[in-house]
């Protein structure tokens, strides 16, 4: 091993991956901030506008995180209003996470996301479906092989 090549760092697709997603947060934090949540939060957030009421392990398990990665950003959002945190009806030990009305309003508002990427990405949206495709696929192989 001490005699192969060293990649540059722009040829490596982990870093082309995390640069570009750091990039992604700094185009994204302004418009985050001024609907009053971060990166994490709207996360969250996306997660229960695909499905509401999920539990808190739910949500991790939806995001690959950690429920002490969620918790502290459900209860910001609830804190803020977005969303309430109810004992489950089918099994009174779990919680639910629900969106709020000022949490589903939200939600059509973050549009702006989308159409700044897409726009700043200089990609059509063919291009940004199939990029996103492509790095799902590289998700998933990477997920099952360290399974």
């Not at 990039?23 to 499905?51: C, F, N």
């Not at 009421?53 to 949500?59: D, K, Q």
């Not at 939806?62 to 609830?78: C, F, G």
Request: charged content about 25%; glycine content about 6%.
């Amino acid at each position: 091993m001490d005699n192969a090549p060293t990649l540059p760092l722009d040829s490596q697709l982990c870093f082309s991956i995390y640069s570009a997603s750091i990039a992604i947060h700094r185009v994204y934090k302004p418009m985050l901030d001024e609907l009053g949540v971060t990166y994490t939060q709207y996360l969250v957030l996306s997660t229960l506008w695909e499905h509401d009421g999920l539990t808190i392990s739910a949500i991790g398990d939806r995001l690959a995180l950690e429920p002490s990665t969620i918790t502290p950003a459900v209860k910001r959002l609830e804190s803020a209003g977005f969303l309430v945190r109810r004992r489950s009806v089918i099994d009174e030990r779990q919680v639910e996470v629900h969106l709020s009305p000022k949490g589903t309003d939200l939600h059509a508002r973050t549009g702006c996301l989308t159409e700044t990427l897409l726009r700043r990405s200089g990609f059509t949206i063919p291009e940004m479906i199939d990029l996103n495709r492509k790095v799902q696929l590289l998700r998933d192989g990477m997920t099952k092989a360290s399974a």
